[in-house]
C-alpha cells in the first residue's frame, strides 16, 4: 500500500478525464430550477457522459450505487441518490458530484448549485465551503506535509462557527477511484504524508452550518447532518507539479486563469 505517482502519460489522460468530469456540471447548470426532479438531472448527466462523453459514470454500480451522479439537497452532506419523489425548489442548495473514467482513468469533482434565489445563508455556507477548497489548492506543492492543508481547512471554516464533517476525505486517484493518501480536511496526527511531484489526489471538504454529526439514511447512502442544518461541498480533481498544482477539474466560472498554480 503505497501512494501511486503519476507519469506525464497518466497525467495527460487524467486532464482529459477531469476535463469531461468539468464539463458534466456546467451542462447540467441551465437544467437546475425550481420544479426539477433530481432524477431528471441524474439522467441527462447519464447520457451526457455515455453518448456525448463516450466515457463511463463511474458512480453508476459503484458498491451498489443506483444511480449515475450524487445529488445532495440542503441538509444531504453527501451521497445523495437522485430520485424522482426529490423535487428542487426555490432557495435550495444542490451539490452535484460527477466522476467519470476515460480511457481508464477518473475524474472526479463537484459544486453547489443555487436553486432560484439563494438565501443569504445558503451563499454564506457554500462561499466559504468553496474558499475553503481554494486556501488548500493554493497550499499544494512538493514538500508539504499534507495534514497542514487539512488543519488550514479546518481552522478557515472554523473560523467562521461552521463545522468539517470528519467521516469523509479527499482521496488518491488515478486509475482507482479511490487510491491512497486519504485527505482529510481536518488537523489529524499523521503528519508523515510529504506531498510529491505526481501525486494525484481530490480535496473535497464538506462544511456544516451547524455541528458536524451526521447520520446515514435507511437507504444505506444518503448522508446527512445530523442536526438538520445545511452542508455544502465542493470538490476538485490535483496533480502536484515541481512548483505548485494543477487542478485538473477546474471549470472557467472559477477565479483561476490557469490550471496550473505556482504555489511558493
Ligand atoms: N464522488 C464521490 C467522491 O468524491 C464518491 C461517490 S461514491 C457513490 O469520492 F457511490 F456515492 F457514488
Ligand atoms: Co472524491
Ligand atoms: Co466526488
Redesign the pocket.
Known sequence: MSIIIKSEKDIQKMRIAGKLASDVLKIITPYIIPGVKTSKLDYICHKYIIDVQKAIP???N????P?S??ISVNDVI??G?PSDSKILRDGDIVNI???VIKDGFYG?T?KMFFVGNSTIQGKKLCQIAQNSLYLAILMVKPGIRLYTIGKAIQEFVEKYNLSIVRE?C??GIGRN??EEPQVLHYESEDRNIILQEGMAF?I?PMVNFGDSNIRIMSDG?TVKTKDRSWSAQY?HTLVVTNKGCEILTLRDDEPFSSSVLINE
Open positions: 463511474a458512480c453508476f459503484y458498491k451498489g450505487f444511480k451522479v450524487c453527501c451521497h441518490i458530484d460527477v466522476t472526479d463537484s469523509y479527499g482521496h477511484f479511490h481530490t473535497e447512502w470538490e
